[in-house]
């Protein structure tokens, strides 16, 4: 019976791993479609106008929420992995070992994962901010857009920092 039990710990464990990889597949393909849209948008503004390039801060920030998410369900499963599947003589232990040795993948107090994507919205929303203002003509659906995307980037800010506190900085 014990036997079995190993086994079903071992199978569930493969296969909350095997999530993991498919949430960290899904980060990367998040990464890729934000950086498109902000050269599509940043692109097609710069000939079209700050409405164009405005619409980019809000987007990103959507697809940053979308990446939160994941990052979320990728934290809390390796957590159920680390407190209910990793104890004495189960053979396994990557997450306690990972969980121990986090304060090498931190940049000033900040986790990396955190740190690499977050900046990336960021700097593509600043982005979009700056050539927005340099293209802006201050006419109403302008100013909205500019508010908004203020308001988006502000939000990023917020998002960041729970990211961060989430993960344990």
Same mark, same amino acid.
Do not use: C, D
């Given at each position: 019976?014990?036997?079995?039990?190993?086994?079903?710990?071992?199978?569930?464990?493969?296969?909350?791993?095997?999530?993991?990889?498919?949430?960290?597949?899904?980060?990367?393909?998040?990464?890729?479609?934000?950086?498109?849209?902000?050269?599509?948008?940043?692109?097609?503004?710069?000939?079209?106008?700050?409405?164009?390039?405005?619409?980019?801060?809000?987007?990103?920030?959507?697809?940053?929420?979308?990446?939160?998410?994941?990052?979320?369900?990728?934290?809390?499963?390796?957590?159920?992995?680390?407190?209910?599947?990793?104890?004495?003589?189960?053979?396994?232990?990557?997450?306690?070992?990972?969980?121990?040795?986090?304060?090498?993948?931190?940049?000033?107090?900040?986790? !990396?994962?955190?740190? +690499? @994507?977050?900046?990336?919205?960021? $700097?593509?929303?600043? =982005?979009?901010?700056?050539? *927005? %203002?340099?293209?802006?003509?201050?006419?109403?659906?302008?100013?909205?857009?500019?508010? !908004?995307?203020?308001? +988006? @980037?502000?939000?990023?800010?917020? $998002?960041?920092?729970? =990211?961060?506190?989430?993960? *344990? %900085?």
């Amino acid at each position: 019976m014990e036997n079995k039990s190993a086994t079903n710990a071992e199978m569930e464990y493969a296969s909350l791993r095997e999530e993991v990889l498919k949430r960290i597949e899904s980060r990367q393909q998040t990464i890729s479609v934000a950086l498109t849209l902000a050269g599509a948008f940043l692109g097609l503004g710069w000939n079209s106008g700050a409405v164009v390039i405005l619409i980019y801060p809000l987007i990103a920030f959507l697809l940053a929420v979308g990446w939160a998410q994941n990052e979320v369900f990728v934290m809390q499963i390796n957590a159920y992995i680390r407190e209910h599947l990793e104890g004495e003589g189960s053979g396994l232990g990557w997450q306690r070992f990972s969980q121990q040795n986090m304060s090498e993948l931190r940049i000033f107090g900040w986790p !990396l994962e955190v740190l +690499a @994507i977050g900046g990336i919205f960021i $700097l593509t929303q600043f =982005m979009a901010l700056g050539l *927005g %203002g340099l293209r802006f003509g201050g006419t109403l659906p302008e100013w909205l857009l500019l508010i !908004l995307a203020l308001a +988006a @980037i502000a939000a990023m800010v917020v $998002l960041l920092g729970y =990211m961060r506190r989430k993960a *344990g %900085g």
